[in-house]
């Protein structure tokens, strides 16, 4: 245990001075959010049943979750990366733990969505989001995005390691937008058509979403008639992530050992 904390953290040294080295990357990382913030609490928020404020203060927990869920992404563009670049091969030729390259990269990621989070939630609460259960309730609604963008990273880095190029792993990685969508980040599951609404309770995304949402006591929490990870948010967004990371991170560590081909 103690080689591979050791290991994971060189890692992690490494994927923050990577990440230093590239501030435009984090710059948009990070504002990206924000302006999707700003364009759906000002714009689609002024055509919705919900008034405005009300609308603001659902949406702020929707794009924190679809942040962490962001982790998907990420992972996979890092893990593409190192690997056809020849930098796992050369990891791999190392003395170290098989775990600890998967696990440097997923901390790292971690630790900058902590940080970068911090920006989004000041401008939700400028724009009038508010946590109305004090500090238990906004720590608690932390550790469930942190535990969910931490596996959402292990899902990413496994596709990234399987994946055929670093172009594949790209364009697989932009369609994962379309996942935040097919939720009740942006929107409440109530109007929408049965099927749909099956779908979006079940997305793991909106089991985070409404966790974010109950704990900080915001509007649009548990749904009258909703799937079971929707009714309960809070114990659906932890199963999820726990099953995530019980599938995902033995997966990424084998195919990390193994290498291509």
Not at 88 to 113: E, N, Y
Request: aromatic share 8%.
């Amino acid at each position: 245990m103690s080689t591979l904390l050791s290991d994971g953290g060189a890692v992690l040294t490494r994927q923050l001075q990577k990440a230093r080295h590239a501030p435009a990357l984090l710059v948009l990382t990070q504002t990206m959010p924000i302006t999707m913030l700003l364009f759906f609490g000002y714009v689609f928020g002024s055509a919705l049943a919900m008034p405005g404020a009300e609308y603001r203060e659902f949406l702020v927990p929707g794009l924190l979750a679809a942040t962490a869920a962001g982790g998907l992404m990420t992972g996979m563009f890092t893990a593409a990366q190192d690997s056809h670049r020849g930098v796992t091969d050369r990891f791999r030729t190392l003395p170290m733990s098989r775990a600890a390259v998967p696990l440097g990269q997923t901390a790292a990621d971690l630790l900058t969505t902590a940080v970068g989070t911090v920006p989004l939630m000041l401008v939700g609460l400028a724009m009038g989001w508010r946590v109305e259960n004090g500090w238990p309730g906004a720590l608690g609604a932390f550790g469930v995005l942190l535990l969910f963008r931490f596996a959402m990273a292990w899902v990413g880095t496994y596709l990234g390691l399987v994946s055929a190029s670093e172009e594949a792993a790209g364009q697989l990685g932009s369609a994962t937008f379309v996942l935040p969508l097919l939720s009740s980040a942006y929107l409440p599951t109530a109007g929408m058509p049965s099927w749909l609404r099956a779908v979006a309770e079940w997305n793991p995304i909106s089991a985070v979403a409404t966790a974010v949402r109950e704990l900080c006591g915001n509007a649009g929490g548990q749904a009258a008639g909703a799937a079971w990870p929707a009714a309960h948010p809070v114990a659906g967004s932890v199963a999820w992530s726990l099953a995530l990371l019980l599938v995902f991170v033995p997966l990424a560590t084998r195919r990390f050992a193994r290498g291509r081909g």
